[in-house]
T-cell receptor
């Protein structure tokens, strides 16, 4: 079946550090891939997405590239800020419109 | 005002009680979803509805039921709550075919004692 595996947290970084959160997927067909972010006390918000192989999604300094050969969609940011502290979810959506989420990775950025 | 509103925000109940969680949206979206969030497990889909007459089971529908009363309203019921249904519940909406972005409510924290 379709599933998403992302690196376990929590991840703690200093401000301006480089961020990578790994995400790999298992899916039939050609899913769309997403990163959602959840700030404290809020619901999830879409951060970025990619709908086909080699697409790069980007938003707010975050990037992720859809790699079909490695079935991965790793999230990166060159310089994190305190305000980036949140829980990040990798997700995939297959042809039947069923969205599957990873377990989430909590990021804490310290000043 | 929030586009996707969930009520209540928090609920504590006892084993065996019937509970209803409500969700309403002002986005005009056809598609609505119920997820539960558990630590270490991420979000899992309980039920979803693509229009008023359409109800579909998700990954973990056992012990739950839903009602799509109108395009804007989608309620989740626990007929006889049990402690392992303690979780954070999210309602979400999306526009429809071709639109993959989900819009989430702020969540309902349910505790079953």
């Amino acid at each position: 079946g379709n599933s998403v595996t992302q690196m376990e947290g929590p991840v703690t970084l200093s401000e301006e550090a480089f961020l990578t959160i790994n995400c790999t997927y298992t899916a039939t067909g050609y899913p769309s891939l997403f990163w959602y972010v959840q700030y404290p006390g809020e619901g999830l918000q879409l951060l970025l997405k990619a709908t086909k192989a080699d697409d790069k999604g980007s938003n707010k300094g975050f990037e992720a590239t859809y790699r079909k050969e490695t079935t991965s969609f790793h999230l990166e940011k060159g310089s994190v800020q305190v305000s980036d502290s949140a829980v990040y979810f990798c997700a995939l959506r297959n042809n039947n419109n069923d969205m599957r989420f990873g377990a989430g990775t909590r990021l804490t950025v310290k000043p | 005002d929030a586009d996707v509103t969930q009520t209540p925000r928090n609920r504590i109940t006892k084993t065996g009680k019937r509970i209803m969680l409500e969700c309403s949206q002002t986005k005009g979206h056809d598609r609505m979803y119920w997820y539960r969030q558990d630590p270490g497990l991420g979000l899992r889909l309980i039920y979803y509805s693509f229009d008023v007459k359409d109800i579909n089971k998700g990954e973990i529908s056992d012990g739950y039921s839903v009602s799509r009363q109108a395009q804007a309203k989608f309620s989740l019921s626990l007929e006889s709550a049990i402690p392992n249904q303690t979780a954070l519940y999210f309602c979400a909406t999306s526009e429809g075919q071709g639109s993959e972005k989900l819009f989430f409510g702020s969540g309902t924290q349910l505790s079953v004692l």
